[in-house]
């Protein structure tokens, strides 16, 4: 049996659903806007997806200055208090991916992997709690969950991801990140506040090591850089905290807690020299955060020229044609430079180009800009009044996401290393494995 207040929880959340699908006019623009963007933006494709992504806008939907959900408890007065209540407090809904620790009678206690925060869930209906029966101590979901009273309900459909080791867990991690960006820290406003924090301070950093705000080198010089910017970062963390620069690697190792073979493939997992894993082993419980090994992907380091873009908020762009594309603005015709037209089409269309990228050609060749634009657009363009709705056209947020580059809550960074450096041992194993494969006869 499902408790009172988990079936009507149901019931609302029903006709909740039936007013957005019903609405017309800004509403419904809204909402068909929404559930595109979001779709577009993510690796998934599945129906589950597609219903957690309609429920997203249900709590954080904008129509104005209200969401969804106050605009349908505005129009059904005859809603009791409670309820009033129930619905309203459904903005604190948020995706996760959830380790199950315990089964109860009528639900389970479930710990958010992103955060390590626990909470009791209960489905709101039967079918529901038929399907979860199936589920084991120890297995992973990914679902979204809503407060009801004291304890949560299931506002989503869950998809069963069964036990994880390190590696596919962290995959799962990433996975999430990609399709749920605005839900990664969703029940930990002060972990989303600290990776932020950390976006600026890597934006100090880098001007500090490059000197600028803008970079243009090949992409094999550019790799250097990146290793030697990551040693920087490195150093400078360490030098934060005040680590004994003179124990030897075998001391911090022991303090660690690993083995010296252990240290080995650990900092070959992490793309670091044995002294600086030894360290960040050392002073993995010192933060609460921890930044993420950068690279440079494998296709940018065989590149004639990369330019790179740093940005307090969007992180770091890396772009192949950023120079092309000034020489573009620079020219007297525009349209005289081979390729010129497919280049706006690629710089429009392609989701790595964002609305920064725009905004800071529009900043630094307006006139020129404006003008490319009216041309390519056929339109009397005026970049002022009509860059930003070209760019929501062609699905460009506005505002930043998260970038990858923002330090992680601990425990998922050293989830990521454990994952690397286990990866790693396999890999060895199976090269060690083929090594001696070859010399049987």
């Given amino acids: 049996m499902v408790d009172a207040i988990l079936a009507r929880s149901k019931e609302l959340k029903q006709a909740l659903t039936d007013f957005v699908y019903d609405a017309e006019g800004e509403l419904a623009t809204a ?6 963007d979001r779709l577009e933006q993510s690796q998934a494709r599945d129906s589950k997806h597609r219903e957690t992504v309609v429920d997203i806008f249900l709590s954080h939907g904008q129509i104005g200055t ?4 106050e605009l349908f408890v505005e129009s059904e007065p005859e809603l009791s208090a409670s309820d009033r209540q129930l619905v309203l407090n459904w903005k604190h809904n948020f995706s996760g991916l959830f380790a199950i620790q315990e089964i109860l009678p009528d639900g389970f206690k479930l710990m958010n992997w992103l955060t390590t925060k626990l909470y009791i869930v209960k489905p709101n209906d039967e079918d529901t709690q038929n399907a979860m029966s199936r589920l084991k101590l120890g297995e992973m ?8 009273e004291e304890y949560w309900t299931f506002f989503s459909p869950f998809t069963q991801l069964g036990k994880l080791g390190k590696p596919k867990l962290a995959v799962a991690i990433g996975n999430f990140r990609q399709n749920y ?13 600290e990776a932020w924090k950390s976006v600026e301070r890597y934006h100090q950093d880098f001007l500090d090591f490059f000197g600028s705000e803008q970079i243009t080198l090949s992409g094999y010089h550019l790799s250097k850089k990146i290793s030697e910017f990551q040693e920087f970062l490195t150093q400078r963390r360490l030098d934060e905290v ?10 911090l190792a022991q303090e660690a807690g690993v083995s010296d073979e252990e240290l080995a493939e650990m900092a070959e997992a992490m793309g670091l020299d044995a002294e600086s894993a ?13 930044a993420p090994h950068v690279e ?6 065989k590149a004639e020229e990369v330019t790179v873009l740093a940005h307090p908020r969007w992180g770091q762009i890396l772009l192949t044609t950023y120079t092309q594309f000034e020489a573009l603005l620079k020219a007297e015709d525009w349209k005289s430079v081979k390729g010129a037209e497919a280049l706006v089409q690629k710089y429009l269309n392609d989701a790595e180009i964002n609305a920064f990228v725009w905004h800071r050609f529009a900043e630094q060749y307006p006139t020129q800009l404006e003008k490319v634009l009216q041309d390519y657009t056929g339109l009397p363009f005026n970049l002022e009044r009509d860059l930003d709705p070209l760019l929501q056209m062609h699905r460009k947020p506005l505002e930043p996401t ?3 580059i923002a330090s992680v809550p601990i425990h998922l960074h050293n989830l990521f290393q454990e994952a690397l450096a286990e990866v790693s041992k396999t890999k060895s194993k199976e090269k060690a494995a083929k090594k001696a494969k070859g010399f049987q006869r």
Wanted: zero cysteines; charged letters at 30%.
């Fill in 278 to 290: 030894a360290k960040m082993l050392q002073n993995k419980t010192a933060a609460k955060m921890a």
């Fill in 242 to 251: 005040g680590l004994d620069k003179d124990k030897s690697i075998t001391e």
């Fill in 296 to 301: 440079l992907p494998p296709d940018l380091k």
């Fill in 402 to 404: 998260l970038p990858d």
């Fill in 66 to 69: 209200k969401s969804p959900l």
């Fill in 31 to 36: 909402f068909e806007k929404f559930v595109a």
């Fill in 181 to 193: 960006k605005s839900d990664l820290y969703g029940d930990a406003p002060e972990l989303l506040e």
């Fill in 141 to 148: 979901l990914t679902t979204r969950i809503a407060p009801v």
